[in-house]
């Protein structure tokens, strides 16, 4: 592979696909966001959904095991792309969802104003150092605040509030990244007759909470038993593991 942008700046678009029963999930929906992504940030993935499909198929027949994760990379390479995909193990166990994440908040901002947060770019360094911190002091997940004060996302997923039967979570505008699960979620609530809000939301608004998740296409809905040591319900959240049509 020659040295090109995407190697010497970071300058690419990915998307985490996990693999259930050698099957992809929501495989359209991720190529339809690193589409858009692509356009975008001026990336020629040069792919139509079809040859997408088939290099995600060839890579599942490589492996023996039928359920993992697939990371599939377009690093620009002047007017093309050049594409790595790797396969990882998924790390979230049942023992996780049971006992529930613990979160707590970064010191690094979200700049909402920015175009690369709205978008899963390979510049990816400062997620992974605070999520690492985070790890370091006994936490699962980092959530982060915008520049304005509000609540954005977590390093790797989406966060969501239910508070009087009531289910929120940040706009798009502040500085997040439009999950694929966040989007099933959100649908799935508002057909069943739930109040669903997307709005801005400080600390505040958490601490008051009744109860969190987080989400995102490998771990699907993770129940929050703590932020900063203060503790929350999960009985409702429990109960939304399977709710997701695969």
Known sequence: MKISEGLLYGYGVFETIKVLNR???????????????????????????????????????????????????????????????????????????????KLTFSKILKNETSKVVYHKTLNYLENLIELKNAKEEGYNEVIFLNTKGYISECATSNIFVIKNKKLYTPKIESGILNGIIRGKIINHFKKMGMEVYERNMGRDFLVNGDEIFITNSIM???????????????KFTKKLKGILTI
């Open 220 to 234: 699907g809905i993770m129940p929050i038993a703590e932020v900063n040591n203060l503790k929350y319900d999960m």
């Open 23 to 101: 099957k992809p999930i929501y495989l359209l929906e991720h190529f339809n966001r690193i589409e858009n992504s692509s356009k975008v940030l001026g990336i020629n993935i040069d792919l139509d959904f079809e040859n997408f499909k088939n290099k995600i198929m060839n890579e599942i027949n490589k492996f023996e095991k039928d359920t993992f994760a697939l990371r599939i990379s377009f690093l620009k390479n002047k007017e093309n792309s050049d594409i790595i995909i790797n396969k990882r193990e998924i790390v979230y166990t049942r023992k996780m969802y049971e006992d529930g994440f």
